[in-house]
């Protein structure tokens, strides 16, 4: 029965970032604080139950955006939740508060700036 506390925490963890993400898509004005929101259930998953528990939410919730919603949610929703791994990712090593925000914004920048890319298809659809 050890496999049952994960489990229970992966479920609720992969619900509230799916119900924040929901509320940040259909919620005008309040949307864009909420989105601010969407990873920190997936990175106090990360931080109880490691890696892989963070990395496969992650895939999971993706695959159940981009089944509901298309691949433009989907991958909106893989750049939030990127905030997440490259928290997590930082804060395992032994590195400096400053370094940490450096290196996870600048993983978000560039996941934001690439999926944008991938949505507009050409850096002149994307001045747009």
Request: glycine share 8%; aromatic share 8%; hydrophobic share 60%.
């Amino acid at each position: 029965m050890a496999w049952l506390s994960p489990l229970k925490h992966t479920c609720l963890a992969l619900v509230c970032s799916l119900l924040l993400f929901l509320a940040a898509v259909m919620i005008p004005v309040a949307g864009v604080l909420l989105l601010l929101l969407v990873p920190q259930p997936l990175l106090l998953l990360g931080a109880k139950h490691g890696r892989r528990a963070l990395l496969g939410t992650t895939v999971l919730a993706s695959a159940v955006v981009l089944v509901s919603g298309g691949l433009a949610p989907a991958l909106s929703y893989l750049v939030a939740a990127s905030l997440a791994i490259f928290l997590l990712f930082a804060l395992g090593q032994d590195r400096s508060l400053q370094r940490v925000v450096l290196l996870a914004t600048t993983g978000f920048f560039f996941c934001g700036f690439a999926t944008g890319y991938t949505l507009a298809r050409s850096f002149a659809d994307l001045q747009k």
